[in-house]
């Protein structure tokens, strides 16, 4: 007498590693078009700002002017996270100055690059908000195809990295995804072992490695090793850093709360 056929361990796991792969597939994100550039003036004095604006909108540029630097941060808020564009800033500013300014921006990760336009410019002061990432310190009175071509260098380096930041927020995203069993087999990828090795190491079967292995590269979008490294890689340079000792590329993508 025949018996039926056993399930053994091993089958029903394949079969769930089959089910998340199949999942994975129908899970892409589409790529959000990049905002229009908005230029920012902030000047205390009205008049000075209304004169930056007027100039900046015959640039063909959408653009919102601020009083103090208190305003425009506040304001800065209810903006998209990728919002492009620019910040032209006066310097000297009754509390917030334009230096300040400055530092709140690069301390929020901001998107938005910032010119720097002072009647009393000193050459320290300059070297201090270039250090800082400032696009330029304009001189007052600045001729227009200046303050012009500083703001398309401002805008670029905005649109970049709008760029890179949705890349970044694209391939946590994906990390996030993974199982802690597909981390485990992404990071023997990274290590140069073979799929049998693998099998061995995790005590699993070849085709358990197999759907993890087609998983991981279906989530994360990638065409060869080559490409997952460098997926790897681009994180990794994005994140803050920790401990020498700590894996970080492999632990702290997964590891995040949303």
Not at 33 to 43: G, K, L, N, R, T
Not at 115 to 125: R, V
Not at 180 to 194: C, F, N, T, Y
Not at 222 to 237: G, I, K, P, Q, W
Request: glycine letters at 4%; aromatic letters at 6%; charged letters at 30%.
């Amino acid at each position: 007498m025949s018996l039926p056929p056993t399930t053994s361990r091993r089958s029903r796991r394949d079969g769930a590693e089959l089910a998340q792969l199949l999942e994975s597939r129908s899970q892409a994100q589409p790529v959000p078009e990049m905002s229009e550039p908005i230029v920012f003036v902030i000047d205390d004095d009205a008049q000075a700002g209304r004169a930056v604006s007027e100039l900046v909108r015959t640039f063909n540029y959408e653009v919102r002017t601020f009083q103090n630097p208190r305003e425009f941060l506040e304001a800065l808020q209810e903006l998209d996270d990728y919002q492009v564009g620019c910040v032209i800033t006066d310097l000297r500013m009754s509390g917030v100055d334009g230096m300040e300014l400055l530092q709140r921006l690069n301390e929020r990760s901001s998107t938005l690059p910032v010119i720097i336009i002072t009647a009393y410019a000193e050459t320290s002061t300059t070297v201090r908000a270039l250090r800082r990432g400032a696009v330029a310190v304009l001189d007052k009175p600045f001729r227009d195809d200046e303050l012009w071509g500083f703001i398309q260098e401002g805008v670029t380096r905005s649109m970049s990295e709008v760029g890179r930041s949705r890349r970044q927020q694209e391939l946590e995203e994906r990390f996030k995804r993974l199982s802690p069993q597909d981390r485990e087999v992404l990071k023997l990828i990274m290590e140069g072992s073979k799929n049998r090795t693998m099998a061995k190491r995790l005590d699993v079967s070849l085709r358990t490695i197999e759907n993890r292995r087609r998983r991981i590269f279906d989530v994360m979008q990638a065409d060869s090793v080559a490409e997952l490294t460098r997926m790897v890689v681009e994180y990794e340079y994005r994140l803050p850093a920790t401990s020498p000792s700590e894996e970080t590329w492999l632990h702290l993508p997964f590891e995040r709360v949303a």
